[in-house]
């Protein structure tokens, strides 16, 4: 049906043009690049918000905050520990989420090293073994050694640490992002 | 009476609702069809159970961290006929994932591809895809412990990806960690982004059913060629067609109306999936698993060696897009029988197959150590006191039993020590157990000398010819 237009306007370009022919197909082609155009501009106009929108997290950096996870007596020599603190970038709704959880092993009396609780393989939570003395993934069966080393499986490498300090008797972790291997 | 009719003649001269209905249910279809036709259809009525159930848990459930587990619980435990709906919501989409496969299957089979029904396959492998993609975000949406890691874990293998692999992670986890925006990101692309394209597509997809024919049942020697084939199709269907209501879609309703049964009956008998723990990143003893769809998936990561395993989680996905966008463009002319096509018929057997027996693994999840394992039984140990006895013990407590099963206790990502002293020397125990191996690690440094010897003993009374002796 919407085929008729277009035959009759066809069987007119074939007849050798007037000034008037000339002057509608003119007028056609403007109509159109004007229509495009404009609706182009209004996509642009909407869409630009909305994916700025959706990708505004990947360019906003959570600041990184020292956290604090005990008091140093807290933790035994040698022991290994798991400790929770608060995201920085956590939001009012996140609930249990706005929470991350590391593993604390003091070292030293006065030396300490966290490590991500994911998996360096495919992120799942180590669990750590006391007995055994090993972190052990439940997915895949990657181990560790205490001091984060790769120690059989699939991980590709260690445990992520996370940066850690003692300040006035309390030992502080710093926020950081979701190891990503 | 006479009311209504005039009624509904107005309506139908305003809108021309009987033209519709009279040029799309009353299109002509190739006779024979059967039941092998009843797929995309039945496809579809899950879809809209799925869309219908979908909305009701959409009045209750809170797609926010905080709450939406124990909306989740709310509506499973105290909301009336909420664990049916979850059910029907859960079993729907097992019905989608397992209907869309053998329609694949089916079209595939009978090479319904070909000329002129390219963009019916591609079209159908978008929805495909796009099917997959519910299934992923609709499990997450559950937002207890499984859901919280499988996002972590679907973030680390997009960070895989070369290049914007860190990028396409953090856009998944909608952050630097999993935490207020996360869920509610899955959440808009599970119920509204998702769900609109599939719409879209479904249009596409019928349409093109409208403008093209469905696809005859195909005969041997019967080859499709474009230049002949459109003419000849239409002459079939003038000679021999009949109209799809009710001549054929009355097994599309008897089948459609079984799979809204079955759907109903287990998601009555069986229920909605278990909940585990609210996700919480502070516990760290969970186990993520995939729902059963995606199981033969972390199956084959699971078993790909872990120098392959960043190419296989880039190229596996790519690999199957290629297999689903090329065969309209590779072989859209010719024969349509299977009988004439042995590869098409030999892939969908090694598809079916691979995704079969890869399933069963991931059911069994043999490389994953099995933490709940209990320490062997005295009949096992063969010894009450002694170095033996020691030695079972600390086969449990240093974690052995994990990965290494004694007489069916314990876990199989390592190898059976039923009878190890059969296989390796007393030395080679011992070595073993000092230095590790590939999947284990070196237990040298953390056992002490007795502590050694005890296990070593314990590995050495593990021989058949001990218990030949009685």
Redo the contacts between chains.
């Keep these: 049906m919407n085929m008729r237009p277009d035959n009759i306007q066809a069987k007119k370009l074939q007849e050798p043009a007037s000034q008037e022919s000339r002057d509608k197909e003119m007028d056609r082609r403007f109509f159109n690049k004007l229509s495009l155009a404009l609706l182009g501009f209004a996509s642009l106009l909407v869409g630009i918000p909305i994916i700025g929108f959706?990708?505004d997290?990947?360019f906003?950096?959570?600041p990184r905050l020292w956290r604090q996870v005990g008091a140093v007596d807290d933790f035994k020599v040698g022991d290994i520990a798991?400790v929770?603190f608060d995201?920085t970038?956590?939001?009012?709704?996140?609930?249990?989420?706005?929470?991350?959880?590391a593993w604390l092993y003091r070292q030293e009396e006065q030396e300490f090293v966290a490590y991500s609780?994911?998996c360096s393989?495919?992120?799942?939570?180590?669990?750590w073994?006391s007995?055994?003395?090993?972190f052990?993934c439940?997915?895949?069966?990657g181990?560790y050694?205490k001091n984060g080393n790769v120690?059989?499986?699939?991980?590709?490498r260690g445990l992520t640490k996370y940066p850690v300090r003692v300040q006035n008797g309390q030992v502080e972790i710093l926020t950081?992002?979701?190891p990503?291997? | 009476m006479r009311i209504l009719l005039q009624l509904w003649n107005w309506f139908d001269d305003r809108t021309g609702a009987s033209a519709i209905w009279r040029a799309t249910a009353g299109h002509l279809v190739p006779p024979n069809t059967g039941w092998a036709y009843v797929f995309g259809s039945a496809t579809l009525v899950a879809f809209i159970v799925q869309v219908a159930t979908g909305i009701a848990l959409a009045t209750i459930y809170v797609p926010s961290t905080a709450s939406a587990y124990s909306t989740l619980q709310f509506i499973s435990t105290q909301a009336r006929w909420g664990h049916l709906l979850r059910g029907m919501h859960y079993f729907g989409a097992s019905a989608m994932i397992l209907l869309v496969g053998i329609h694949v299957t089916r079209t595939y089979l009978m090479a319904a591809y070909k000329y002129p029904r390219e963009m019916s396959w591609l079209s159908g492998s978008v929805l495909l895809l796009l099917i997959v993609g519910m299934g992923f975000t609709g499990q997450l949406l559950r937002w207890d412990q499984v859901a919280f890691w499988s996002v972590y874990i679907a973030a680390e293998q997009a960070g895989r990806v070369p290049f914007i692999g860190k990028t396409i992670a953090h856009f998944i986890l909608a952050g630097n960690t999993v935490g207020g925006t996360t869920l509610s990101r899955f959440f808009a692309f599970h119920v509204f982004f998702i769900p609109m394209l599939i719409f879209g597509f479904i249009g596409i997809h019928l349409y093109l059913v409208l403008r093209n024919g469905i696809s005859e049942p195909p005969k041997k020697g019967h080859p499709v060629d474009p230049k002949t084939y459109r003419a000849w199709y239409e002459d079939m269907l003038k000679r021999e067609g009949h109209p799809f209501w009710p001549n054929a879609a009355w097994r599309d309703v008897v089948f459609g109306v079984a799979v809204i049964v079955v759907l109903v009956a287990l998601a009555w008998i069986v229920g909605a999936p278990h909940l585990s723990q609210p996700a919480d990143p502070t516990i760290l003893q969970a186990e993520p698993r995939p729902d059963w769809y995606l199981l033969w998936y972390f199956a084959l990561l699971a078993l790909t060696p872990p120098k392959l395993e960043s190419y296989v989680m880039i190229l596996a996905p790519l690999t199957f897009v290629l297999f689903l966008i090329l065969p309209p463009l590779l072989a859209n002319k010719g024969e349509r029988s299977a009988w004439r096509r042995p590869w098409a018929i030999g892939l969908v057997i090694t598809c079916w197959m691979m995704i079969g027996t890869l399933w069963i693994e991931g059911k069994r999840a043999p490389w994953s150590p099995d933490f709940s394992a209990e320490s062997l039984p005295a009949h096992v140990v063969n010894a009450t006191s002694g170095p033996i006895y020691e030695g079972a013990q600390l086969f449990h407590s240093k974690g052995c039993e994990y990965c290494h099963a004694i007489s069916g206790y314990g876990g199989e990502r390592g190898p059976d020590l039923t009878y190890v002293r059969d296989r390796l020397s007393a030395d080679q125990i011992t070595i073993r157990i000092v230095n590790g191996g590939v999947n284990m690690p070196a237990f040298g440094g953390t056992l002490t000398s007795s502590e050694l010897r005890n296990l070593s003993t314990f590995l050495d009374s593990r021989t058949r010819t001990q218990k030949s002796q009685y």
Excluded at chain 1, 89 to 101: D, E, F, V
Excluded at chain 1, 131 to 134: E, K, R, S, T
Aim: hydrophobic letters at 40%.
């Design positions: 959706l990708v997290p990947l906003r950096s959570a798991e929770s995201d970038s956590a939001l009012p709704w996140a609930g249990l989420t706005g929470k991350t959880a609780a994911n393989h495919l992120g799942c939570p180590v669990r073994e007995d055994a003395q090993f052990m439940p997915c895949h069966g181990v050694y120690a059989a499986g699939p991980p590709p950081s992002p979701a990503i291997t």
